[in-house]
């Protein structure tokens, strides 16, 4: 399996970020999978921020719960990360992979990551 995140590299504050993860290799709705999306702060502390089951269920950490949200579109076998209302504090290295079962503790290959800066 392989995956691939794309998007703009730049994103003013307030604005929303709009993230892609390609996956190659394997459907995203095979059953009982979880896709990620992961951020590396400039601090190189990692975040799991959440996933999306198979199924199309969506998790994310209670801290984005408000202001995030994880899609796909099946037809592309891709999802999608959007974080609304972004700030400077958003700026990090956003990866998506494949996340081995419902808890983030263990995840397939990561994407090379992206860089995402907020600033105006």
């Known amino acids: 399996v392989q995956v691939q995140e794309s998007g703009p590299g730049l994103v003013k504050p307030s604005q929303t970020l709009s993230l892609t993860c390609t996956v190659s290799?394997?459907?995203?709705?095979?059953?009982?999978?979880?896709w990620s999306w992961i951020r590396q702060y400039p601090g190189k502390a990692l975040e799991w921020m959440g996933a999306?089951?198979?199924?199309?269920?969506?998790y994310y950490i209670p801290s984005l719960k408000s202001r995030a949200v994880i899609s796909r579109d099946t037809s592309k076998n891709q999802f999608t990360l959007q974080v609304m209302s972004v700030t400077p504090e958003d700026t990090a290295v956003y990866y998506c992979?494949?996340?081995?079962?419902?808890?983030?503790?263990?995840?397939?290959?990561w994407g090379l990551g992206i860089q995402v800066t907020v600033s105006s």
């Open positions: 290799g394997e459907s995203i709705t095979r059953s009982g999978d979880y």
């Open positions: 992979a494949p996340q081995d079962g419902r808890y983030p503790t263990d995840f397939g290959s």
């Open positions: 999306i089951h198979s199924s199309g269920t969506t």
